[in-house]
């Protein structure tokens, strides 16, 4: 575990502490999350989950907003309960009045693609294609139907594959 992100994770609990004049439960904290998402809290286990390569990536933007929105999110619901929404006015106040940031609910990061076979499907449209991955592809071999927004036909597999 980097000591820069515990560090920065232990940074933020202290400035909730000065703020609110109470103390808070340190959560466990993982770097085994996978995906488009930079970071998750999970509320009842008390358990903060960040993106590895994310971070490596995107360094001090990362230690600076994404552990804080994160660590937010739990001293939001040890504070107001479960009952809050996610982002709102609760864990809003935190990221403005203890951070001295902004709520920003979403990251900009570049996050790369995984490279994977790409399996076509057409509906009556004309020149209308659709990329499906290798896992819906898989769905439809099962029995599930996908449905053209446009003309409401079913899609069908052309038969083509391409690697994306």
Not at 7 to 23: D, G, H, T
Not at 29 to 52: D, E, P, T, Y
Not at 139 to 159: D, M, N
Request: charged content about 25%.
């Amino acid at each position: 575990m980097p000591e820069r992100l515990l560090a920065r994770v232990e940074s933020c609990y202290q400035l909730a502490e000065a703020f609110f004049k109470q103390p808070f439960a340190r959560p466990d904290v993982s770097l085994k999350l996978r995906g488009q998402k930079a970071g998750v809290a999970h509320l009842q286990q008390n358990l903060l989950r960040f993106n590895a390569q994310l971070y490596e990536q995107n360094r001090e933007h990362f230690l600076r907003q994404t552990v804080a929105h994160e660590v937010a999110h739990l001293v939001a619901h040890q504070l107001f309960g479960p009952q809050i929404r996610p982002h709102g006015e609760e864990w809003q106040l935190i990221m403005r009045g203890v951070y001295e940031l902004p709520p920003d609910r979403c990251h900009t990061y570049e996050v790369p693609r995984r490279r994977g076979t790409r399996y076509l499907y057409r509906c009556d449209c004309i020149e209308q294609e659709f990329s499906f991955t290798a896992q819906r592809h898989a769905l439809v071999a099962k029995g599930r139907r996908y449905i053209c927004r446009r003309c409401r036909a079913t899609l069908t597999f052309s038969g083509q594959q391409r690697e994306e």
